[in-house]
C-alpha cells in the first residue's frame, strides 16, 4: 500500500491507477477490527481502495473530546499493511488539505439533525457532513463504506448524498463486536478497565429489546434497558429510543411501526468521561 498525505498526490496516484470503481474507507484512526472489516469488505469489489485517516475537528462540539480522541497513526498503518494490496491508498491528509480555508457550509438534514445524537452533540452532524463532502470531493469513490454502529451518522451520509446528488453509493456494514457484545470502537481503549469489564451489559440490554418487543411497549421496553445499563455500574443512559433506519423517528408506541420499515433500538451510554453508542435491529411487531 502506498501512504499519501497531499491532495495533489493523492489526485496523481489514482489518476495513474484508472481503475474504477474506487472504493473509499473514511476513518479518523485509532483503528480496529470493525475498520479492517470494511477495508476487506471494499477490497472485495473495488480494484482500489482508499483509507482516509483525519480527526476531523469540526465534527467535535467538546474541545476536549477532540483533544482526547485517540491517535496511532504506526499502529493504524501496520494494521492496514496486513490488509491492503500494494496499489491501494492510506491518505493521511493536514488540517490544511481538508480546510484549505474556513467551511462555513450550514447543511439542513430536517428531523435526521434533530434526534438522538443531535440533541446531545450539536454541530456534530454539520461537521461530518463538511467533512465527508469535502473527501467525497477529494477521492472521488464510486463506493463508500461505512459502519452500522454510527446508525444516525449512515442515515445522515445517505441523505447528504440524496441532496448534493452525489453518485458514490453508500455501503452499510454490520456492527463488529467484542467477545463479550461490546461494539468496537476507537473510543473503546479509553474506557477505564472496570467499566470496560462491564460494558457488555449494552449490547446485552439492547439485545433484551429486541426480544421484549415482542410482548413489551416502548415505555416498559425503555425502562428495562436504562435499568439493566445503569444497575452494572457507573454508567448512564443518556437516551434509549427504537426508531427507523429512514426518518429516525423516535418511538413513542410500536403501533407506529411501519411494514417494509427497518428499526433500531439505539442507546448512548456514559461510561465515566467516554461516551459509547449501539444499537440492534428490532423486529417488527
Ligand atoms: O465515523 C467516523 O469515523 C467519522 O465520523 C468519519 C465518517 C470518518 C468522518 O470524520
Same mark, same amino acid.
Given at each position: 500500500?502506498?501512504?499519501?498525505?497531499?491532495?495533489?498526490?493523492?489526485?496523481?496516484?489514482?489518476?495513474?491507477?484508472?481503475?474504477?470503481?474506487?472504493?473509499?474507507?473514511?476513518?479518523?484512526?485509532?483503528?480496529?477490527?470493525?475498520?479492517?472489516?470494511?477495508?476487506?469488505?471494499?477490497?472485495?469489489?473495488?480494484?482500489?481502495?482508499?483509507?482516509?485517516?483525519?480527526?476531523?475537528?469540526?465534527?467535535?462540539?467538546?474541545?476536549?473530546?477532540?483533544?482526547?480522541?485517540?491517535?496511532?497513526?504506526?499502529?493504524?498503518?501496520?494494521?492496514?499493511?496486513?490488509?491492503?494490496?500494494?496499489?491501494?491508498?492510506?491518505?493521511?491528509?493536514?488540517?490544511?488539505?481538508?480546510?484549505?480555508?474556513?467551511?462555513?457550509?450550514?447543511?439542513?438534514?430536517?428531523?435526521?439533525?434533530?434526534?438522538?445524537?443531535?440533541?446531545?452533540?450539536?454541530?456534530?452532524?454539520?461537521?461530518?457532513?463538511?467533512?465527508?463532502?469535502?473527501?467525497?470531493?477529494?477521492? #472521488?469513490?464510486?463506493?463508500?463504506?461505512?459502519?452500522?454502529?454510527?446508525?444516525?451518522?449512515?442515515?445522515?451520509?445517505?441523505?447528504?448524498?440524496?441532496?448534493?446528488?452525489?453518485?458514490?453509493?453508500?455501503?452499510?456494514?454490520?456492527?463488529?463486536?467484542?467477545?463479550?457484545?461490546?461494539?468496537?470502537?476507537?473510543?473503546?481503549?479509553?474506557?477505564?478497565?472496570?467499566?470496560?469489564? #462491564?460494558?457488555?451489559?449494552?449490547?446485552?440490554?439492547?439485545?433484551?429489546?429486541?426480544?421484549?418487543?415482542?410482548?413489551?411497549?416502548?415505555?416498559?421496553?425503555?425502562?428495562?434497558?436504562?435499568?439493566?445499563?445503569?444497575?452494572?455500574?457507573?454508567?448512564?443512559?443518556?437516551?434509549?429510543?427504537?426508531?427507523?433506519?429512514?426518518?429516525?423517528?423516535?418511538?413513542?408506541?410500536?403501533?407506529?411501526? #411501519?411494514?417494509?420499515? #427497518?428499526?433500531?433500538?439505539?442507546?448512548?451510554?456514559?461510561?465515566?468521561?467516554?461516551?459509547?453508542?449501539?444499537?440492534?435491529?428490532?423486529?417488527?411487531?
Amino acid at each position: 500500500m502506498k501512504t499519501i498525505t497531499t491532495v495533489r498526490g493523492l489526485r496523481i496516484s489514482l489518476g495513474k491507477s484508472a481503475l474504477a470503481p474506487i472504493g473509499f474507507v473514511p476513518t479518523m484512526g485509532a483503528l480496529h477490527e470493525g475498520h479492517l472489516s470494511l477495508v476487506r469488505n471494499a477490497i472485495a469489489v473495488c480494484p482500489v481502495v482508499v483509507v482516509s485517516i483525519y480527526v476531523n475537528p469540526t465534527q467535535f462540539n467538546d474541545k476536549n473530546d477532540l483533544k482526547n480522541y485517540p491517535r496511532t497513526p504506526g499502529s493504524d498503518l501496520a494494521m492496514l499493511a496486513g490488509v491492503m494490496r500494494s496499489n491501494d491508498i492510506v491518505f493521511m491528509p493536514q488540517d490544511k488539505d481538508i480546510y484549505p480555508k474556513e467551511d462555513n457550509r450550514r447543511f439542513s438534514f430536517g428531523n435526521l439533525d434533530n434526534v438522538m445524537e443531535a440533541l446531545h452533540r450539536p454541530g456534530h452532524f454539520n461537521g461530518v457532513a463538511q467533512v465527508v463532502s469535502r473527501l467525497f470531493e477529494i477521492v #472521488k469513490p464510486g463506493k463508500a463504506y461505512f459502519g452500522q454502529k454510527d446508525f444516525q451518522q449512515l442515515a445522515v451520509i445517505r441523505e447528504l448524498v440524496r441532496q448534493t446528488g452525489s453518485r458514490v453509493e453508500i455501503i452499510g456494514n454490520p456492527v463488529i463486536r467484542e467477545a463479550d457484545g461490546l461494539a468496537m470502537s476507537s473510543r473503546n481503549r479509553l474506557l477505564d478497565p472496570e467499566l470496560r469489564k #462491564k460494558a457488555g451489559v449494552i449490547f446485552a440490554a439492547l439485545s433484551d429489546a429486541a426480544l421484549l418487543i415482542d410482548k413489551n411497549d416502548v415505555p416498559a421496553i425503555n425502562e428495562h434497558v436504562r435499568h439493566k445499563i445503569e444497575s452494572a455500574g457507573a454508567f448512564r443512559v443518556e437516551y434509549f429510543e427504537i426508531a427507523d433506519d429512514l426518518e429516525l423517528k423516535p418511538l413513542q408506541s410500536k403501533s407506529e411501526m #411501519k411494514a417494509g420499515r #427497518k428499526y433500531y433500538a439505539c442507546v448512548a451510554v456514559r461510561a465515566g468521561s467516554i461516551r459509547l453508542i449501539d444499537n440492534v435491529e428490532v423486529p417488527v411487531m
